[in-house]
Each structure stands twice: as C-alpha cells, then as structure tokens.
C-alpha cells in the first residue's frame, strides 16, 4: 500500500474546484485514458488579468486527483506569469510529498498548466501539441519534457525520470537515450557519482565471445524487452556481427529497429566488445507476430 | 461495519479451529519429528495425519504429499524439479495468463537454453486447446498450466489438458492454488502429475503449502539436505504450519459444498448489483467457468486505485489490476493478454469472497458501491457532464 500523507488524503477524498469554467479563458489537456491518467484543467481570468476561477476534471489515482486539486489551489488569485513559475515540486510539496512512483502526477499537473496558458495566449485556438521530438514512444514524452523533469527535480537516474514522467517505463528501449539526455545535462553531477569503470574484456576467444554476448542478452536486454511484452533470442555470431530474432510483441514492431540499435548494440558494446554491431534475423523478421492494440 | 474483507484471492483468515490445532505446537509439543525420543518422535504421527486430511482433500494417497513451504516454492520445485529429470528436452509450456510464480520461473529458463510457449487466451480469458495440441511436440519437458485464474476466477479444463499432454509422455503441472478447496478435485481420476498449492488461501497458515506428486513422476528434488518427505524436499518440517494446513484441508472438504452454494450465491449477488447499479461496468473473465468465489469487474473511465481507496475508506477490501496499484507503469498482465482495452483494464476491480463473508457484508457493499463509481466519474474528464 502506498504511503500517502494526510493533505494528499484529504484532497482526494474531498477535491476542490471539480468540474469546468463555463467560458473559460484557457483550457489545457494531457494524459489520455491508456496512458493511465488525464487532466483537464480550465480556468477564467479576472479584470485584473489575475485567474479568478480554475477547474479540473481528471482520470487517474488518488494522487492525480490530489495533485490536480492542488494545482487549482495554487494557481487561483495568480497572474498568469505568476502561475507559469508553478512548478511539479511545488505541488508536491504542498501535500507533503509524494510517493516517488506517483512523482509524474504532479507533473502532469504543471504540463495541463502550462497546456491551458498556452491555450489562452493563443487566443483559444490553440491545443496542446507535444514539443520537440518524442523520445518514449510508449507514452508520448518528448526530450524538452524529460529535460525539463531532469532540470527542475534534479533528477540524475533514469528510475527517477520514469517515476517523474513515466518516459522509459514501457518496454524500455529509449533509457539508453534518456541516460544521454540525463548525461548532457547534468554532465559534472553524474560523472561525480561512482560509475563502475568500463571493464576491459582482454582478449576473448570465440567461444568466450558467444558465452559472454548470450549472457549480456539474457541479464541486461530481455528483462527490459520482457516488460513489454517482446523478448529476443540470439540466432548466431559471425565474426562482430550478432544476428538476433525478435520474438513476442517486438516482433515487427515498429521499434524494432530503434530498440536493436539503442538497446541491444549498445548493451552489447558496453558489456562484452566495442566492435559489435547487430543485425536482425531475416527468417525470423517476416513471421507473423502479435503487437498490443 | 468493520472490515469487510473480500481480498480472499490475496489470502484469507486462519480459520479458528485451525488456530487451535496449532497452539500447542510452539512452547510444549515444540519437538523436532526426527528425534529418537518420544517427545520430539510423537510428532510424527500428526503430521501424518495432516497428510491424509491433506490427500482426503485432493483425492490421492498420502504418499503422494509433499509439504514445502508454500505455492511460490511448490510452482518453483515442480518446474525445476520436472525439467532436471529430463534433461534431453528443452521446451516448456505454459500461458500468457499465469500467476509471476509460474510465469517467471519459466521466463528465467529462456536464460538457460530453453524454449518457452505461452498459450494465449480469448477475451472470455479461455485457452485454445488446439494451439497447445499444435505446440506439443517430443522436446516438450513440461506443461504448465494453472488450475483457475487468480484475477479473474476463470477456470482451465486441467483435466482434459492433463489427458492430452500426459498422453503425449509430457509432464503436467498445474498450479491449483485459487482453486483447491474452491471446487472439488479428485487427482485419482486424474492425468495430472504435480499440482500446488498453498495453505493461506484455504483458511490455513502462511507459509506452508503442498505439492502434490502423482507416483511414477520422476521429479529432482528442488530442496536437498535432508531425509524429510522421503528425501524429496528437505529442511525440518514446519510442523505447525503442516498440522495447520492438514486441519485446513479438512474444513475446505467439509465447506466444499457451501463454497458453491453459500460463497457463490454472496457473489452472484454483488456482481449482479454492481454491474446493474453502476453504468459503464462489465464482467472480466468466462461468466460460467468460473471460481464461485471470484468476481473481476471494469468500471470505464476511472482508475482502479482510486476506487480502491474510496472503498477503503468504509473498510472495504478488494484489489484492482490498475498499473496504479503495483507501482508499475503497465495494467494487469492478465487483463492485456485476453485483450481488455487499456481503459478497462485500469479500472478493474476484483471481488474475492470466502465463507466468513456474510450477506449483510455483500449488502453494505452494494449500497457503498454506486456512490463511489459516480463521485470519481464526476471527477473524469471523460464522462460529459
């Protein structure tokens, strides 16, 4: 069970300003129903130009629905360039904290924010579009949202982006990615954390090659593929070329092919040789194979 | 109303006269059966007692007992022990559907040079026996399929399967832990070869279970160090646990019959209710084939934790397959594979009830219900207003 505080408690058992602005000024939605949560969130301004009314509707557990009522909480009264400065830990921080696999809801909660803001600016016309390009397919996140979690919490580990945006939470194939983005950003910050020296494999032989290549996808690549459904299987080894099969829900995926390259070759390099490269098993690409809806 | 608990698929109540049973076993008859006195010694016979109330249950001999230490390890040892017997074969069995004590097992063997099948499932969560006829091959080790569904009560024909897959000199293994004590079973007129189960799931003990071995199965030992059960699992017996679970066995098989009357028509009941009294709702799982005691229920444009907590909250227990509840970011891995949409499957909500329930309880519920469902669909920005 999870360990919820009593603001959080109190705000989803009784949630303030539920529903819609009739009229509203701005209107910001994110989420959707197969991603697990989703927000509305509506507002009005005043003369003043100061948010005299914000409203949410949203999908989800009880702390999308506490973070969402907090955020109408902290937004009332405000300008617009003082509820723009409201940030995921803000709202968190208002309840007491929350658990650190329920961080993305607050950050769902400043991106219906900013998605209203935007909406307004432009005169109403304007929906929430995602920006920049998509970096986790399974959930839609693009790189200025996992740069912008990273910035603001400080995140450092991919676990922690994850937990606060829920990129690399589905079958995994971007956290190679999103360890780069984190890498760039908080450069001098990980390096100072104790990395585990890249080891020197020496001289392998054949045999010692294939073993090491085996165990590299059984402990470091299906686990991942595995969560989403898919799973890998390695066919054969020629020289540095490894030919692997997808299986399951990879198979013909239309990751297939990200996943091979930023997963698989890169796990590969990093464990057994920097010569490696990957190739997928022909044969085995053109069975029939079953995808999620 | 206290607690209402109808969260019996996740564990139950020790039932009170197994408790009494129990008592005297840890500060005076505290004896270890191995000893040559009669204090430690004298044990020996309440464990075998245990075995025939045990076997009494499941419809075999005695002999084919074997105590460990609950589902988990009795899933693990059959799996393990089955496949180390033999040793020429390389592909395993199972569905998409089973319980992680299963499922993972069998996913670590692809580490270690096996070939892994799971079945699929329809929507209704039913097999497709011709699928595992066509799988069924002479590398196949081990067939393992479970007995009834956690999540959603669903019932597998295991005996027909045990007749097919035996038939073909493959071992069969089911995990009966939902269903033991549920439904009757009768192993004698059985092909099946091994079956597990556990004992906090019938009104018994954490922490004790049995796997049952039909004689002629060639099974490795999984635990060794020791002659306890035959040499077939050792490590000192757990004797209250066992004794515990003998007294168990013995209730479920007297309460059998109310199981199907009592328990099932508490269930039908609230089922029915809920899905009449709360718009946007639908069954889980084969309506017929089905525990008596398990209802799996889908409230559209909700989420499932949240429900959870607004029941909790009026002391109400139940569990839901929401990725919310688990930490996770992915709904239950039962619901996807019969393919429940992704808004369905975050809404879920499983009743499970056992005999201590009552129908002042299912009432109470009833009544609780609605309220909720409508008081977070307010909240939803996917229902108009």
């Not at chain 1, 998509?134 to 991919?158: A, D, P």
């Not at chain 2, 309460?255 to 029915?272: A, T």
Request: aromatic share 6%; with cysteine.
């Amino acid at each position: 069970m999870w360990e919820y505080t009593d603001e959080l408690k109190d705000h989803f058992f009784n949630p303030r300003n539920v529903g819609e602005v009739e009229n509203p000024d701005g209107v910001g939605e994110v989420g959707s129903l197969a991603c697990g949560d989703a927000l509305k969130l509506t507002f009005k301004l005043d003369e003043n130009g100061r948010i005299k009314d914000a409203q949410f509707k949203t999908f989800g557990c009880a702390s999308a629905i506490a973070t969402s009522s907090v955020l109408t909480e902290l937004i009332k009264g405000k300008t617009l360039e003082e509820a723009a400065k409201v940030t995921n830990k803000d709202i968190a921080d208002y309840l007491g904290g929350l658990p650190e696999q329920k961080m993305h809801c607050s950050v769902m909660g400043r991106e219906a924010l900013e998605a209203a803001i935007e909406n307004y600016r432009s005169g109403g016309k304007k929906k929430h579009e995602l920006e920049g390009r998509v970096v986790c397919n399974c959930f839609g996140v693009t790189e200025n949202e996992i740069e912008r979690v990273i910035r603001e919490n400080n995140l450092t580990t991919v676990e922690e982006v994850t937990n606060y945006c829920k990129a690399g939470g589905g079958c995994g194939g971007c956290q190679g990615e999103i360890e780069k983005i984190i890498e760039r950003i908080q450069g001098e910050k990980v390096k100072e954390m104790p990395t585990v020296a890249p080891r020197s494999a020496g001289k392998l032989t054949n045999i010692q090659k294939i073993h090491l290549i085996q165990q590299t996808i059984n402990e470091q690549i299906r686990p991942a593929l595995r969560a989403h459904g898919g799973n890998i299987e390695l066919i054969d080894v020629e020289g540095n070329k490894v030919i692997v099969a997808f299986r399951g829900m990879c198979a013909q995926c239309m990751l297939a092919e990200y996943t091979m390259k930023d997963v698989v070759e890169a796990r590969l390099r990093e464990f057994v040789s920097e010569d490696l490269f990957v190739e997928e098993d022909k044969e085995s690409a053109n069975q029939p194979h079953e995808h999620r809806e | 109303m206290e607690t209402v608990y109808f969260d019996n698929n996740a564990t139950t109540k020790v039932a009170e006269e197994v408790l009494e049973e129990m008592k005297p076993l840890f500060c005076d008859l505290y004896g270890n059966p191995s000893s040559m006195h009669t204090f430690g010694g004298q044990l020996g016979h309440k464990i075998r007692l245990a075995r025939e109330q045990a076997a009494n249950l499941l419809g075999c001999d005695p002999a084919e007992i074997i105590f460990t230490s609950g589902g988990t390890e009795s899933d693990n040892a059959a799996i393990k022990g089955s496949l180390a017997s033999a040793p020429d074969k390389r592909k395993v069995i199972t569905t998409r559907v089973e319980h992680p004590a299963v499922l993972a097992a069998c996913r670590d063997l692809e580490n270690h040079g096996y070939s892994v099948i799971e079945l699929s499932v329809d929507k209704e969560g039913r097999l497709n026996l011709n699928e595992l006829e066509e799988k069924l091959d002479d590398d196949t080790a081990l067939v393992t399929i479970m007995y009834a569904n956690n999540e959603t009560g669903v019932i597998f024909p295991v005996d027909k399967i045990a007749e097919m897959v035996t038939g073909r000199g493959v071992a069969f293994h089911t995990d009966a832990v939902q269903a033991v004590g549920k439904i009757p079973m009768n192993l004698a007129n059985s092909n099946i070869d091994l079956l597990s189960l556990s004992g906090h799931k019938l009104h018994g003990p954490k922490g004790v279970g049995i796997l049952y071995v039909r004689k002629g199965t060639r099974l490795a030992p999984f635990i060794v160090g020791g002659h306890q059960e035959a040499g077939r699992r050792a490590g000192t017996e757990n004797v209250p646990g066992i004794v515990g679970l003998g007294k168990a066995c013995d209730l479920a098989a007297q309460n059998l019959e109310e199981e199907n009357n009592k328990v099932k028509f508490l269930r039908d009941k609230l089922e029915n209710a809920i899905l009449k009294e709360c718009p946007d709702s639908r069954l889980n799982g084969d309506k017929e084939n089905r525990l008596p005691n398990t209802s799996n229920i889908s409230f559209e444009y909700i989420e499932g934790e949240a429900i959870l907590l607004m029941l909790d909250k009026f002391g109400i227990c139940a569990s839901s397959g929401s990725a919310c509840t688990s930490g996770s970011l992915e709904p239950s891995h039962v619901l996807r594979a019969m393919g429940v949409p992704f808004t369905s499957a975050h809404g879920s909500i499983r009743f499970s009830l056992s005999r201590y329930n009552t129908e002042e309880e299912v009432d109470y519920t009833i009544e609780k219900m609605p309220p909720i469902i409508n008081k977070l669909r307010q909240l939803s920005p996917f229902v108009a207003k």
